[in-house]
């Protein structure tokens, strides 16, 4: 069986676990590694069973964090109970709303871009 499993980098990691911990509601289901220069070099979160894992940007290995100020190139699709909740906390920690909450033919909507350049799409199914 495959399976794809976004792996994000990004500045800040300690903050992005607390961000993604505080306003996704995302738990921690793999605890930090800590690279001896202090960066975290891999963790793995969940929300609801979906999960992703992430590391503080390393540019001397190629992998770099996106840029906020930029478009993204992905897009992270997340099903969830209540699109209209989730993304309220969102917002209030900081996230950009791009569109929604709105219905559309694929369910209830929201897209927002998180505080360290990721795109989310928010998707609660009708």
């Given amino acids: 069986m495959a399976e ?5 980098a990004v500045r800040d990691a300690r903050g992005a676990i607390d961000w993604y911990v505080e ?3 995302a ?8 690279m001896p220069d202090g960066r975290i070099g891999h963790t ?3 929300v609801d069973g979906a999960s992703w894992m992430m ?6 290995l190629h992998v770099q964090a996106p840029d ?4 993204a190139s992905v897009t992270l699709h997340l099903t969830t109970g209540d699109v209209d909740a989730l993304t309220r906390r969102a917002v209030a920690g900081g996230a950009t ?3 929604g909450p709105e219905d559309s033919p694929a369910g209830r909507v929201a897209v927002l871009r998180d505080p360290f350049g990721h795109r989310w799409l928010f998707n609660q199914l009708a």
């Fill in 23 to 25: 306003h996704l509601g």
């Fill in 55 to 60: 590391a503080d940007e390393h540019p001397e």
């Fill in 97 to 99: 709303l791009d569109r």
């Fill in 27 to 34: 738990r921690v289901t793999y605890e930090p590694i800590v």
């Fill in 4 to 8: 794809l499993t976004p792996y994000l």
């Fill in 68 to 71: 906020p100020q930029r478009g």
């Fill in 44 to 46: 793995q979160l969940s």
